[in-house]
């Protein structure tokens, strides 16, 4: 009897032990946990404000307008639903996707969020010795990829107009390369690579690189003469993988939806990746209904063009540099400290995102809201500037 108490004991007290550095893979050791835009009600819990002061959050480049009431409609009659498992290969997704872009299911893959589509593109294509180019700045998750896949990674710095350096891309890419992430628009600048810039750089590359174009804010891109549509090169052929999300524009962010478009032998392999029943009932459900609502994206590009516009104008009325921006987003240059104006605005109750002090030391990124919300950003940051 004793001996077995004895025994459990000492399972528990070696389960209480932390773990130690040598258990773990030394790939994870060095990892640092993705900063997201601070949730609202943190907010109100770590600044002590009362339950209902009135917060906008302008920090993860939500599309504040909401989601299509077709959506939240296909939601409630899917509720019934969520006792059974959600459907395994999103047959109706991928057909209304089909549908949309005008190609077989078979050219996409769906995942909780795009961000695990770049998960599947790590697990199936990523060989320790392999290695993986970015630019600096762009998407934190890029850099955490390779890390997890314990390659070696390039981060290529942008232009000094806040633009990708594709020549640069393109020298830092050596036999070893296997992946090159590009978002466009880029995030956290709002600029785009243009079709031509593109092209040349897709036409002399080593055939074992596999490009992939993150398009979670191509809805809201205005400069349609010099985008290059990604989907337009996986029809061509080329090694590309196009990331589209229903995050952003769609505004379906909390259901954690995207998807990739390649060739269907690429997709397949990605596909031996993914764990079963990896998007849920409900973000199926929302995500085929705002596909065919044909009112959400012109309505959420016809209020970012013209918060982009008031943006704009009060920033140079404020004799701010920022970076004209084909996203829902604008980073703006404040001069000065922006953790610190970041925290003061935040006491205001407006969330908006700084970043690390190596990268953009006096940059805020502040996502495109409604009128309202634009304005009160602007005379917070008025009031912010004017104290300091
Ligand atoms: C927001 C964002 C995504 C979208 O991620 P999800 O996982 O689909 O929500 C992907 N790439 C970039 C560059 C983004 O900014």
């Known amino acids: 009897m004793s001996t077995v108490v004895e025994l459990q004991e000492q399972q528990n007290q070696s389960q209480k032990r932390p773990a130690a550095p040598d258990i773990v893979k030394a790939s994870v050791t060095r990892l640092q946990p993705y900063v997201p835009g601070k949730p609202i009600e943190e907010v109100k819990r770590e600044l002590g404000l009362a339950p209902d002061f009135p917060i906008i959050k302008l920090a993860s480049n939500e599309n504040v307008l909401g989601p299509s009431p077709l959506a939240v409609e296909?939601?409630?009659?899917?509720?019934?639903?969520?006792?059974l498992y959600p459907d395994d290969t999103c047959f109706e997704l991928k057909n209304a996707l089909s549908r949309f872009w005008d190609l077989s299911p078979e050219h996409f893959i769906v995942g909780n969020g795009s961000d695990e589509v770049i998960h599947f593109l790590m697990l199936s294509l990523l060989d320790r010795g392999d290695e993986v180019v970015f630019a600096q700045p762009s998407f934190?998750?890029?850099?955490?990829?390779?890390?997890?896949?314990?390659?070696?990674?390039?981060?290529?710095?942008?232009?000094?107009?806040?633009?990708?350096?594709?020549?640069?891309?393109?020298?830092?890419?050596?036999?070893?390369?296997?992946?090159?992430?590009?978002?466009?628009?880029?995030?956290p600048t709002g600029t785009i690579v243009t079709r031509q810039e593109l092209e040349a750089f897709l036409s002399d590359l080593p055939p074992r690189v596999v490009v992939v174009l993150d398009q979670a804010y191509y809805e809201y891109v205005e400069a349609k003469d010099v985008y290059p549509?990604?989907?337009?090169?996986?029809?061509?052929?080329?090694?590309?993988v196009v990331l589209q999300t229903?995050?952003?524009?769609?505004?379906?962010?909390?259901?954690?939806c995207g998807y990739g478009i390649a060739r269907p032998e690429l997709i397949g392999y990605l596909q031996q990746v993914r764990g079963p029943f990896n998007v849920n009932t409900l973000a199926q459900a929302a995500a085929i209904a705002s596909l065919g609502d044909e009112q959400q994206v012109p309505r959420a590009q016809e209020v970012?063009?013209?918060?982009k516009r008031q943006l704009g104008q009060?920033?140079?009325?404020?004799?701010?540099?920022?970076?004209?921006?084909?996203?829902?987003?604008?980073?703006?240059?404040?001069?000065?400290?922006?953790?610190?104006?970041?925290l003061e605005l935040m006491k205001r109750g407006v969330i908006v995102r700084s970043f690390a002090p190596a990268q953009l030391p006096t940059?805020?990124?502040?996502?495109?809201?409604?009128?309202?919300?634009?304005?009160?950003?602007?005379?917070?940051?008025?009031?912010?500037?004017?104290d300091a």
């Open 140 to 187: 934190v998750q890029y850099k955490a990829t390779a890390m997890m896949a314990d390659c070696a990674y390039t981060a290529v710095p942008l232009t000094p107009d806040m633009r990708h350096d594709l020549p640069a891309m393109r020298a830092a890419i050596n036999e070893r390369t296997k992946l090159v992430f590009i978002a466009n628009p880029n995030n």
């Open 229 to 240: 549509e990604g989907i337009h090169y996986v029809r061509e052929g080329y090694n590309v």
């Open 74 to 83: 296909a939601m409630r009659q899917a509720a019934e639903e969520t006792w």
């Open 246 to 256: 229903f995050s952003k524009a769609y505004a379906l962010a909390g259901l954690r």
């Open 363 to 386: 940059w805020l990124r502040v996502t495109i809201g409604t009128e309202a919300m634009n304005q009160r950003f602007i005379s917070s940051l008025r009031e912010v500037l004017a």
């Open 314 to 342: 009060a920033f140079d009325a404020m004799k701010l540099h920022y970076v004209p921006t084909e996203a829902n987003f604008i980073l703006v240059d404040c001069g000065r400290d922006a953790s610190q104006i970041y």
């Open 304 to 307: 970012n063009a013209a918060g």
